[in-house]
């Protein structure tokens, strides 16, 4: 099996509260992952240890075999749940900084979906509105060639039109190779093209199953077996 | 990468400090005229004399003061917001080691204090030369008879000085880096343990310059450079060259312990949270 990333007893904590409790995954290439989980599951913790953003209290993980680090960034294509684009800097600063940084960055396709959305290279980032921002680092992510994309809640927060421009964004320009990781609790959104979901409930995995077996295994959809498995946390 | 990411943060710099250094340059050039004016017309007198020949000058060292500060302010705010602020989801993922990312904000913190420097002076001798273009004549007219007191030992210890400065400009910096690390690894209240952080270091560095000092006060006073109407003399060049040496490596290596411990933190204790 073409192993991407393997988690083992990945565990973290915040203070006295375990964010990830003994975490075991492991990612092959070319799929379309969804990790889902109620807020406050860990799914955002998980990301930023995949990118190196936060260190684990416990337990390791391997990305193509070595621990996250600069050939781990190099090959991740991260998309976090905030803005991160520095306020002094232009539209074209940001394609240009992507193409310097990332051998796997197609500026030509930035540049395409940039003019699409009508931005000039010298739009000065600050002045663009938040939903634009939003679009724009989406776009710069999805415009590498990457073996692993981490896109934390690219939905969340966003109305319905927006929705669908973001998962079209995703669906037509990621790598083939690689494999997309969509971390979500909006799981009907994304069910459609999912390969595979791994839930994550209070820290820890307690699903990893392709979409196709658990609609076959439970007779539902993802979403209604989610909403199952949760709903008892819920309330 | 360093290469790439000093492009980037020098980027950051210009678009910030560009417009303030001409600024500077400008209102030198208009101090230059006003006070000429003011000086050389004795009927330009009262709230027309105070508008004309201070308010500008005044202008000019606010700006020269908010200049200095702001640049502190970037350096602290570069590092801060920039790796352990919403832009470190940018910055710390790109494929450059943490080590790299401290050395392009120290090198570019440094340009940043040598230009300020630099363009400060440069306004000065600007204003000089649009009030008065004979005094700059003068000076050079009188520049060679300075320079030949001075020998080559001379100029010797004033680069060795020079560079003493660069170093201790570089340990300032990275003592500030240090101490934002260090308050990032708390999970509250980061600023004000970065602050605390600060200070402590400083007294510990102080301590460690006071124990320096009895050994510089054993120096005879004649090493130190000395004037007479024969002009100057320096019997101790030998020892003084070696003090700032000592200054050198000393500040040299307190920097890599800074470098080494900020490194530590950011590669193995980051907690973006």
Redesign the interface.
């Given at each position: 099996m073409n192993e991407l990333l393997t988690c083992t007893g990945l565990t973290r904590y915040f203070g006295q509260t375990k964010a990830l409790d003994g975490v075991d995954l492991t990612l092959t290439s070319g799929k379309i992952v969804g990790l889902l989980g109620p807020n406050g599951s860990g799914k955002t913790t998980l990301i930023k240890i995949m990118n190196g953003l936060l260190q684990p209290t416990a337990g390791e993980i391997r990305i193509m075999g070595s621990a996250p680090g600069v050939a781990s960034k190099g090959m991740i294509s991260y998309l976090p749940d905030r803005g991160y684009f520095p306020e002094w800097m232009r539209v074209g600063d940001m394609i240009e900084m992507f193409y310097d940084f990332y051998a796997d960055f197609d500026r030509d396709k930035a540049e395409d979906m940039c003019r699409a959305l009508g931005l000039e290279a010298d739009s000065a980032i600050k002045t663009l509105s938040k939903g634009t921002r939003e679009k724009m680092q989406l776009m710069l992510v999805m415009s590498r060639a990457a073996k692993l994309y981490l896109l934390d809640e690219p939905i969340a927060g966003v109305d319905p039109a927006a929705r669908e421009f973001i998962m079209q964004t995703i669906l037509t320009n990621y790598n083939e190779d690689g494999t997309v990781l969509i971390s979500t609790h909006l799981i009907s959104d994304v069910e459609q093209v999912l390969d595979e979901a791994v839930f994550l409930q209070q820290g820890r995995v307690v699903l990893h199953e392709a979409v196709d077996s658990i609609r076959e295994r439970t007779g539902e959809s993802v979403d209604a077996l989610f909403r199952e498995m949760f709903r008892a946390q819920l309330y | 990468?360093l290469g790439?990411l000093i492009?980037?943060d020098f980027?950051?710099c210009i678009?910030?400090f560009g417009p303030l250094w001409l600024g500077m340059a400008a209102l030198a050039v208009i101090n230059g005229f006003t006070i000429g004016h003011v000086l050389d017309n004795d009927h330009i007198t009262g709230w027309l004399q105070f508008f004309a020949g201070v308010v500008p000058l005044i202008l000019l060292i606010v700006l020269w003061t908010a200049v200095a500060i702001m640049s502190l302010v970037f350096i602290c705010q570069r590092f801060y917001k920039?790796l352990l602020g919403?832009?470190?989801?940018?910055m710390?993922?790109?494929?450059?080691?943490t080590g790299e990312h401290i050395t392009s904000k120290a090198i570019v913190a440094l340009l940043l204090e040598t230009i300020t420097a630099v363009v400060a002076v440069a306004s000065g001798l600007l204003l000089v030369t649009v009030y008065k273009p004979e005094i700059l004549g003068e000076i050079g007219r009188h520049l060679p008879e300075v320079l030949s007191y001075m020998n080559g030992k001379v100029w010797l210890i004033l680069l060795e000085y020079l560079l003493f400065t660069l170093v201790e400009a570089v340990l300032q910096t990275l003592h500030i880096y240090l101490a934002i690390c260090l308050g990032h690894l708390a999970?509250e209240h980061r600023v004000a343990l970065s602050i605390v952080a600060y200070v402590l270091i400083s007294i510990a560095m102080s301590h460690l310059i006071t124990l320096c000092v009895p050994m510089i006060e054993r120096f005879p006073e004649e090493w130190f450079i000395t004037f007479d109407e024969m002009g100057m003399h320096f019997a101790g060049f030998g020892p003084i060259a070696g003090l700032i040496g000592a200054g050198i490596l000393v500040s040299a290596i307190i920097a890599a312990v800074f470098f080494c411990i900020s490194n530590y933190i950011l590669r193995?204790?980051?907690?973006?949270?």
């Open positions: - | 990468m790439k492009k980037y980027r950051s678009r910030k920039g919403d832009e470190g989801y940018l710390l993922t790109l494929p450059v080691t999970r193995r204790k980051l907690n973006l949270e």
